[in-house]
Nanobody
Framework: QLQLVESGGGLVQPGGSLRLACAAERFNMAAYAIGWFRQAPGKEREGVSSISSSDSSTWYADSVKGRFTISRDNAENTVYLQMNSLKPEDTGVYYC?????????????????WGQGTQVTVSS
């Protein structure tokens, strides 16, 4: 069973930064497309960013473009989401997801494996 484990969430003031990590157990993340999603209270889960497996191309939602950066560390078998200039509307549970099909998926249905999520709260 493939497992993803997110970490790095927490409480941060507006304008602050956090770095989320998505670590894999029992599989090589470099061979999988990885996506980051978030779900705010009372809202549907939405795609935030994704990175392809073939050439590490990236995609960002308009709401985070220029503030968030997704990256891979293949030696650590981890994918990161660096989040800068955080806003209260970035609050939510952040999930990472993986799929063996290459691409820059933005929808839930495009990913087969999911982590349990990590809470990010942006508040003063």
């Amino acid at each position: 069973q493939l497992q993803l484990v997110e970490s790095g969430g927490g409480l941060v003031q507006p304008g602050g930064s956090l770095r989320l990590a998505c670590a894999a157990e029992r599989f090589n993340m470099a061979a999988y497309a990885i996506g980051w999603f978030r779900q705010a209270p009372g809202k549907e889960r939405e795609g935030v960013s994704s990175i392809s497996s073939s050439d590490s191309s990236t995609w960002y939602a308009d709401s985070v473009k220029g503030r968030f950066t997704i990256s891979r560390d293949n030696a650590e078998n981890t994918v990161y989401l660096q989040m800068n200039s955080l806003k209260p509307e970035d609050t939510g549970v952040y999930y990472c997801a993986a799929d063996p099909a290459d691409g820059l998926g933005v929808g839930d249905e495009e990913y087969q494996y999911w982590g349990q999520g990590t809470q990010v709260t942006v508040s003063s």
